[in-house]
């Protein structure tokens, strides 16, 4: 990854959505959210706070590092990153306490109608960016880049389904049938937006980390165009549903499409790593496949939960967003800022001074610790879900507020190079979240 392609943002929007993820699990902790309590404001402002404000940030954060480095060139409009992070940090705020207006808090309802608005403009500026960036003839030929355009695709139709279910629960316009809206909705952000997106990275990710050769693959395009149909279904749908017509019809041929698309996905990872020519993969990519593993156990417990309903469908979202997203996001992100914090304060040494390796920046056993809790605090919350303990889900919850901690502690030591011996960092440390303008030169280092 060269360092002229470094994002000035990147780990803003990342300390963004880490402290979006520790409201979230603080509240939930705190009882706001549980088994069949997803309805009320509460429960709601917390789903909220993890879809929109972690996973939503963090992979806008990771789509403007990366997108540059699909490219090979640099990111266009770079100047709007700071104004798309205020707007989807500002709309995240909005709508969280929007939602209490549903449990009587009638003061918030103007935050309630506000807050699609600012997530928008946050939507579309990043969109902006990724779009001038990508939108080239040599690009387009690659099936990530097609898959990360269908992304924002179907963060459009998030998007435009949020603010209808706004606007209906606020009262102001059309009343939908919340009942059909929802499922469209969580389809588009879990497996069209969120999903999509992370095939995409993680494609050159998983390639990057594990030195894995690079060439076009029949299962890349097999997975863009299965996708494709599935993202376009819902849009339709979505349609559909404003002119008040019948969508049980995607909603059937969409869920039969997602274990299409997973085996497709998965099969395309399995080449990827057998082909690596890096002999013992690193801890970042180990805990990646147990993502890869919550994300087939999601798509089985999907099923039921189609025609179940219920503590399935409860339990399948649950998996998908805390198994699967967010462990491969937890066990990248450690990586990522290694990488990132490595280029800007080591690179000018290269040459000219030694300079430690990308592992020593990190503690390999307090991460894997970590995530080994994360991933723990995932099985008993999908577990509690599905016997609808109550109980069993505050402990769940509680795993994962310790190991979303942990975590962030072992990324702010990354950033303050403490794991590094004193000779061996600069004079002047890197600010936490804002990258330095310049990387540091050879002589502001300690002799």
């Known amino acids: 990854m060269p360092g002229k392609h470094l994002s000035r943002w990147t780990l803003a ?51 403007i590092q990366f997108v540059p480095v699909l490219a090979a060139r640099p990111l266009a409009l770079p100047m709007l ?32 109608l506000i807050a699609p608005f600012a997530t928008g403009l946050g939507f579309t500026l990043v969109a ?19 898959l990360v355009l269908l992304a924002l695709f179907a963060l459009a139709g998030l998007w435009l389904s949020g603010t209808l279910m706004v606007l209906t629960l606020s009262g102001t316009a059309m009343v939908l049938d919340l009942a059909v809206t929802r499922p469209l909705h969580i ?14 990275v993680s494609y050159k990710l998983f390639a990057m980390f594990l030195l894995a050769p690079e060439k076009i693959s029949r299962l890349r395009d097999a997975i863009f165009l299965t996708a494709m149909l599935g993202v376009t279904i819902l849009l339709t749908a979505l349609l559909l549903l404003l002119t008040e ?8 041929v969409t869920l039969g499409l997602i274990p299409v698309i997973a085996i497709l996905y998965l099969s395309e990872i399995t080449r990827l790593w057998q082909s690596r020519r890096r002999a013992a993969p690193e801890g970042n990519m180990l805990w990646s496949r147990v993502a890869l593993a919550f994300l087939g156990l999601a798509v089985l417990l999907a099923l039921p939960g189609w025609f179940i309903g219920g503590v399935w469908a409860e339990a399948a979202i649950f998996l998908a967003l805390v198994g699967w997203l967010s462990t491969l996001t937890l066990a990248q992100m450690v990586k ?112």
Do not use: Y
């Open 187 to 200: 389809l588009l952000g879990v497996g069209g937006w969120l999903s999509l997106a992370a095939f995409g």
């Open 245 to 252: 017509r019948s969508t049980a019809w995607a909603m059937g």
């Open 81 to 112: 990153a700071l104004p798309a992070l205020i707007a989807a940090s500002a709309g995240t705020v909005d709508l969280a306490l929007g939602f209490l207006f549903l449990d009587g808090h009638d003061a918030l309802r103007p935050l309630f």
């Open 336 to 447: 990522i800022v290694s990488f990132l914090t490595w280029i800007q304060i080591f690179a000018p040494r290269i040459g000219r001074q030694p300079v430690p390796l990308v592992q020593k920046l990190s503690n390999a056993q307090a991460v894997a610790f970590c995530l080994a809790l994360w991933s723990a605090g995932a099985v008993t919350g999908c577990v509690a879900l599905l016997l609808a303990s109550s109980a069993s889900f505050r402990i769940a919850v509680a795993l994962l507020t310790l190991a979303a901690l942990g975590l962030v502690r072992e990324l702010i030591a990354i950033r303050h190079l403490s794991h590094l011996a004193a000779q061996e960092r600069p004079a002047t440390l890197p600010h936490l979240i804002l990258p330095l303008t310049q990387p540091l030169q050879p002589a502001e280092f300690r002799s």
């Open 128 to 146: 902006l960016m990724v779009a001038a960036t990508l939108l080239t003839h040599a690009t387009l030929r690659l099936a990530e880049v097609r």
């Open 13 to 63: 929007w990342f300390g963004s959505a880490l402290l979006f993820l520790l409201a979230a699990c603080g509240l939930a902790l705190l009882g706001a959210a549980g088994p069949q309590d997803w309805s009320r404001g509460a429960g709601l402002a917390v789903v909220h706070l993890f879809t929109l404000g972690w996973l939503c940030h963090v992979m806008l954060g990771a789509l």
